[in-house]
């Protein structure tokens, strides 16, 4: 777990994921920040950013029109850096992306939050 980078890293394949990702939802529940994770594959690495964690007073901040634009924008650009052609992802109360490559999705999951951080600060 690495807590101080603001998200955790795991393998797919790791039988301990669910301990570890139930151990750092109430780490990120009791310091009421995004539950963000890399869950490694063999070549690609799909990023979780799940604001279920976040207090209600800051989720409104996530729910308008521009900063869904903002993270589309954020999104793009990491697609465009460090992902596979065709991502899949999602914007909203849950941000993923899809086919990370494993080398980017450390840097790539940085960016993220640090986006969401930017909206929440605002």
């Excluded at 980078?5 to 394949?13: A, C, D, M």
């Excluded at 990120?28 to 890399?38: G, L, S, T």
């Excluded at 697609?79 to 596979?84: E, F, G």
């Excluded at 999705?105 to 969401?116: E, G, N, Q």
């Amino acid at each position: 777990m690495s807590e101080e980078q603001g998200f955790i890293t795991v393998k797919l394949s790791d039988s301990s994921r669910a301990q570890k990702e139930n151990a750092f939802f109430k780490h990120c529940e009791k310091h009421k920040i995004p539950f963000a994770r890399v869950v490694e594959a063999k070549k690609y690495a799909s990023l979780h950013a799940d604001l279920i964690t976040i207090d209600s007073e800051h989720m409104k901040f996530m729910s308008t029109d521009s900063s869904e634009a903002e993270m589309h924008t954020v999104i793009e650009e990491i697609i465009k850096k460090y992902c596979a052609s065709r991502t899949p992802y999602t914007v909203g109360s849950v941000v993923t992306v899809e086919k990370v490559y494993i080398e980017h999705a450390s840097k790539a999951m940085k960016l993220i939050l640090d986006a969401i951080a930017n909206i929440l600060n605002h």
